[in-house]
């Protein structure tokens, strides 16, 4: 028997890369990434400065993401502001490289962090 198909995720999309996508490309650092289960944007999570993940979710209607972060398997439906149960398994990688540290990337971490998360 055949799973029927989870509304907003796309389980053949690989991931956008390992890092926040917006992040990167503006010189700026997160602390937890998300990838959207609809394209495979990587973005950062509600507690980062940028909140990139949210702000994808609402400028394309894209609203099922997943952590990307090492251990952890979840689901969240920004729309619905719920857990999603029992959400397929994805395209891999499933998490960014346990190498990179949290928050990241290293190298544009301020020291002050801590203060600087919502």
Same mark, same amino acid.
Do not use: K
């Given at each position: 028997?055949?799973?029927? =198909?989870?509304?907003?995720? /796309?389980?053949?999309? !690989? !991931?956008?890369?390992?890092?926040?996508?917006?992040? /990167?490309?503006?010189?700026?650092?997160?602390?937890?990434? @998300?990838?959207?289960? $609809?394209?495979?944007?990587?973005?950062?999570? /509600?507690?980062?400065?940028?909140?990139? #993940?949210?702000?994808? #979710? #609402?400028?394309?209607?894209?609203?099922?993401?997943? *952590?990307?972060? =090492?251990?952890?398997?979840?689901?969240?439906?920004?729309?619905?502001?719920?857990?999603?149960? /029992?959400? !397929?398994?994805?395209?891999? !990688?499933?998490?960014? =490289? $346990?190498?990179?540290?949290? =928050?990241?990337?290293?190298? @544009?971490?301020?020291?002050?962090?801590? *203060?600087?998360?919502?």
């Amino acid at each position: 028997m055949t799973t029927p =198909p989870t509304p907003g995720i /796309d389980p053949s999309v !690989p !991931p956008s890369g390992d890092g926040c996508a917006d992040c /990167d490309q503006s010189g700026g650092w997160w602390f937890h990434l @998300r990838r959207c289960a $609809t394209c495979g944007h990587i973005g950062c999570c /509600d507690s980062s400065p940028a909140q990139h #993940a949210g702000a994808h #979710a #609402a400028a394309t209607g894209h609203d099922v993401i997943r *952590s990307y972060e =090492p251990g952890e398997d979840w689901f969240w439906n920004y729309r619905t502001e719920s857990y999603v149960e /029992d959400g !397929p398994d994805l395209a891999p !990688p499933q998490h960014h =490289p $346990t190498t990179q540290p949290t =928050p990241g990337p290293a190298d @544009r971490v301020p020291s002050d962090w801590r *203060s600087r998360l919502h």
